[in-house]
RNA sequence: GUGGCUGUAGCUCAACUGGUAGAGCUCCGGACUGUGGAUCCGGCGGUCGUGGGUUCAAAUCCCAUCAGCCACCCCA
């Protein structure tokens, strides 16, 4: 028996980066006022089809549908952006003062084929705010992800930034690009015919040196946007100045979405090979009204928990297990049973305190202690027993300590203190 | 979904042109009758990813399949 492909357990020793990557992300967010949402692993596949959007790959071909025993058809989720907002109208968000902001830590499932970093359920940390088309509020978003990067140590960070305009200008723009693609289409490789069909931008995205160079001329969405969205991505770039922020101003920059108007972002690391785009978001000012919602602007990002840690993996940045602070060592039926009264005493203190259950020698169980890093060895055994006394053995100088049964556990605590 | 590489003990890896699987680390024990981190010794541990085929004989060759990895694609 094995996991299914493209997923993968989390062991105990895999926990405290993790968690360190989580707490990092819970204090910036917190900090920011953003509060946190828990969604649905699975939704009513229309969300994401409404949501994200038909021409994307995701609702093209990755996504987990299946219909319940009750006929529903339903979809575990393959991105945190559209549960939110569906939530968001669900429960009448909108009467808040505004924008809302949330953030969530959840588990996305995309039907891709495998590799390092790309998996087929994997978590991801993101959060939208809802209710604002202020550009403070992008350039927020984008320093925040920098924030976390930044502190948990993230090696070779590159950031990339563009705009996708709106409704007013991005329709004419398509329109243009179309009919360039037109003039070239037979320099074109065939999946970029297709994209020509069916989403255009997305040519941009294509590594193929050939269309590279036929697309060379072609014009930019970022030297075409309207007034009103050119003045919110100048004001974008206002508001990250200060920040000494570097980022790429990238027109070909195309997220994978439907959903997304006016600023888009991505974040990559250098050093992660083709799966290196740790997080991205951007500006979606129509998702909520065609969602069902009133006419809402809002922005979010979202970032990969298994990409973080393989590019801190590879700076050679690791978390720790806590550490023992007591194991207790015993042996004989008497001893052993005293022993079992005091770990749980040591315990309620709040100490971290561990013992044998594997029936090892008193040998073994100092090996384990040792091997646990225990800061301190109780050790009771006949002797002990009779005297009433236990054996505390400091794990580092080997002094040994003679305390009673009855007050041991309080003198662990001050002398750990 | 496409192309390529890989798959031997819990981990890292050996095993010649096919001859029937071994080391290091880990773990358990002993040397050290109730005391760890060093050393030495011993022990536990393997459907050779799985299923077929070729052969007197397959970890080794062939086919299929599963999984991982690399690139494409896509994205976190």
Redesign the pocket.
Known sequence: M???????DVLPADQPLREKIFGEARRILNTAGYGRISTPTFEDTSLFERGVGGS???VR??MYTFEDKGGRSLTLKP??TAPVVRAYIQHGMHKLPQPVKLWYYER?F???????????E???L?AEAIGSGDPALDAGMIMMMSELYESLGVPDVELRLSSMGDGNCRPAYVKRLSGFLKSVSDQLCE?CRE?ARLNPL?VF????RSCQAALADAPKLIDNLCQDCQVHFDSVRKFLEPFGRSYRLDGTL????DYYTRTTF???CARL?????????GRYDNLVEELGGPSTPAAGF???????VLALESAGISGKQPGVDVFM?S??DD?RQEAAIILHRIRGLGLIADTDY??????????????L??RL?V????????AGRA?V??????R?SAVAFASVAEWIRERLA
Do not use: L, W
């Open positions: 094995q996991a299914p492909k493209g997923t993968y994307s790959d995701i071909k990755e991105e945190g996305m995309r039907f891709e084929r495998p590799q390092a970093g790309r998996y087929r994997h978590y991801q993101g999946d994209r997305r995205d294509c590594k193929h195309v997220r994978g979405f991505e974040y990559e090979g083709a799966q290196k785009g740790i997080g991205g978001g979202g970032t990969g928990m298994e990409r973080i060592i042996f004989g001893a594997a029936g090892r020698s008193v040998k073994g169980q100092m090996k384990q202690a040792n091997r890093g225990a060895a050790i009771i055994g006949e002797d002990e027993v009779a054996t053995r400091d794990m580092e100088s080997g040994q």
